[in-house]
C-alpha cells in the first residue's frame, strides 16, 4: 500500500473511531420514542407535547432525546390506527398509497402528520424546535431503497445510477413492504446512503433508529454491508448522529455491529407482559458485561403510563404492569445499562411514573456504574449488583420473579467485600439500617428491591 493511500486509510479509521466512540453515547442514551404510544401515525402536535413535557419534567434528571418512529413519511388518514402499513400495486406496478419522497428517490415527512415538513422542509423545522428546548432529534428509518423509487427509476444524487440498478430486490423486509435492500456492490449504493444522511443532517437529526438490519428471527439475517454504509455515510456527513441497530441481533455479530453502531437490541419488540420482562432477564444476563462508552444493547423501550394511543398492540391503556413490576423493569434496565427511551405518551404521565423516570440514584446506575452483572439466579430469586466509579459504594438489586413474596438475599464474600455497610433503600430513599457480612429482604412477587451499600 502507498504511504499516501496508508495515512488516509488510517484517518479514515480515527473519524469513524471517533464517530462511533468516545464522543458519541458516552453514557446510554435517555429519551422519548413515539412507536409505543402512536405506532407509525404520531402527529407533529403529539411529538412537541412530548418535547415540551420532556423539557419541563425530564432534562435536568438526562433526557434529551425525542425520536419519531417509523412510517412518518406515509399518508396515514387522519385518526388512523394501521400498524405495518402497506402499500398496493396498480395494474401499471404504481405502489398507492404513494409515500411522500424526493427526486432522488428520499423520503420525506407527511405534511399531513407534519405540516411544517410543506414546501420540502424536512423535519428541519421541527428539529429546529426540539433543538430551542435544549433537547435532541431523532427519527426511524427502515433500511434500504423504497421500491416506490424503483419503480419510478428515480436517480440517485450525484450519479448516473438509478433506483433501479442499485436496489436488491430480493432483499426485502418481512413485515414491511416499502423497501427493497440495496446491493452495495453497485455504483450509486453508497452515494444513496450518502445523500440520504447528508439530507437527514441538513435536518439537524441527532439520533437515527434503522430498522430491518439484525436478525429477529430465523427468517432475518444481519445486513452487515448496509450497516457499514450508513456508518460511512454518518462519518462523511460531518455531523455526530447516534446510530441505533434494530430489531433484535444475535452476539455472533457482534463486532460488526459494535463497530458500525451505538445501540442494538438484545430482543424483539418488548410490551408490557411480565412473560415478556422475565425473559428479559435471560437477555440481560446474556448480553452483561458488553457495554460500553460508544455502544450499548438495548433491552427495548420503556413501557410505562399510556400506550398504544393509534396502536401498534392491542387497544388504548395505561401500562398492564403493577407498580411492583414497573419498578422491577426500570431497576433492570437500570442495572443492565439499557438505554432507557420512554414509550408512553409523556403528557399522560401519572406522579408514579414521573417518579420512576426522575428517581436520581436510579439513573445515575443507568449512566455510571460499573462492573454490572447477574450475581446469581437460584429459581425466582434473582440478584444483580454493580459498582459506582470512585467509590466503595456497591448497588444491590434484589428481583423476585415468582408469585409468592420470597425473601432474597447476598452474602458479602459473593462481592469480595466484608464488614459493616450502610444500607440506602433506593425506590423507598430511607435508611435500611447497617448490614454485616450479608444482607437479605422480603421482596414482594414480581417485585424488586435496590440498594446502595456504603462505607
Not at 20 to 48: C, I, R
Not at 312 to 340: A, G, I, K, N
Not at 404 to 419: A, T
Request: net charge neutral.
Amino acid at each position: 500500500m502507498k504511504v499516501s493511500h496508508l495515512i488516509l486509510f488510517s484517518f479514515c479509521c480515527f473519524i469513524s473511531k471517533v464517530s462511533f466512540g468516545q464522543e458519541l453515547a458516552t453514557t446510554p442514551p435517555m429519551g422519548w420514542n413515539s412507536y409505543n404510544s402512536f405506532g407509525g401515525a404520531v402527529h407533529e402536535d403529539e411529538v412537541k407535547a412530548n418535547a415540551d413535557y420532556m423539557a419541563k419534567n425530564l432534562k435536568q434528571y438526562g433526557w434529551e432525546y425525542v425520536i419519531v418512529d417509523y412510517c412518518w413519511y406515509y399518508p396515514h388518514p387522519p385518526g388512523a390506527k394501521v400498524s405495518n402499513a402497506p402499500q398496493f400495486r396498480l395494474e401499471d406496478g404504481a405502489y398507492v398509497p404513494w409515500c411522500t419522497m424526493d427526486e432522488y428517490g428520499r423520503l420525506l415527512p407527511d405534511v399531513t402528520k407534519f405540516p411544517s415538513a410543506k414546501d420540502g422542509n424536512g423535519f428541519k423545522p421541527l428539529a429546529d424546535y426540539v433543538h430551542s428546548l435544549g433537547l435532541k432529534f431523532g427519527i426511524h428509518i427502515m433500511r434500504g431503497i423504497p421500491r416506490q423509487a424503483v419503480w419510478a427509476n428515480t436517480k440517485i444524487l450525484g450519479t448516473d445510477a438509478t433506483a433501479a440498478t442499485v436496489a436488491d430486490q430480493a432483499s426485502i423486509c418481512p413485515w414491511l413492504n416499502h423497501m427493497y435492500g440495496l446491493d452495495l456492490t453497485k455504483k450509486g449504493a453508497q452515494e444513496y446512503y450518502n445523500s440520504l444522511i447528508t439530507l437527514y443532517a441538513s435536518w439537524g437529526v441527532d439520533y437515527i433508529k434503522m430498522d430491518d438490519m439484525t436478525a429477529d428471527d430465523a427468517n432475518m439475517v444481519y445486513h452487515q454491508a448496509e450497516a457499514e454504509a450508513i456508518h460511512k455515510a454518518i462519518v462523511q456527513s460531518g455531523r455526530p448522529i447516534v446510530l441505533s441497530l434494530s430489531p433484535k441481533n444475535l452476539k455472533k455479530d457482534m463486532p460488526s455491529i459494535k463497530a458500525n453502531s451505538n445501540l442494538s437490541r438484545i430482543s424483539g419488540d418488548f410490551w408490557d407482559s411480565w412473560k415478556q420482562l422475565k425473559q428479559q432477564f435471560d437477555h440481560c444476563a446474556e448480553w452483561m458485561g458488553i457495554g460500553a462508552p460508544g455502544y450499548w444493547p438495548d433491552a427495548d423501550m420503556l413501557q410505562f403510563g399510556k400506550v398504544s394511543k393509534r396502536g401498534p398492540v392491542l387497544q388504548e391503556r395505561f401500562s398492564r404492569f403493577t407498580e411492583d413490576e414497573q419498578r422491577t423493569h426500570m431497576t433492570l434496565w437500570c442495572m443492565f445499562r439499557s438505554p432507557l427511551m420512554m414509550g408512553g405518551n409523556m403528557p399522560e404521565n401519572t406522579p408514579f411514573v414521573l417518579q420512576l423516570l426522575t428517581n436520581k440514584d436510579v439513573l445515575d446506575i443507568d449512566q455510571h456504574s460499573i462492573n454490572n452483572r447477574q450475581l446469581y439466579r437460584k429459581d425466582d430469586a434473582v440478584v444483580w449488583v454493580s459498582q459506582m466509579p470512585g467509590t466503595n459504594n456497591w448497588n444491590v438489586a434484589f428481583f423476585n420473579l415468582g408469585d409468592e413474596p420470597r425473601e432474597v438475599s447476598v452474602n458479602f464474600s459473593d462481592l469480595g467485600i466484608k464488614g459493616s455497610w450502610q444500607v440506602k433503600d433506593l425506590w423507598k430513599q430511607t435508611t435500611a439500617g447497617v448490614a454485616k457480612n450479608s444482607f437479605k429482604q422480603l421482596v414482594n412477587p414480581h417485585g424488586t428491591a435496590l440498594f446502595r451499600f456504603t462505607r
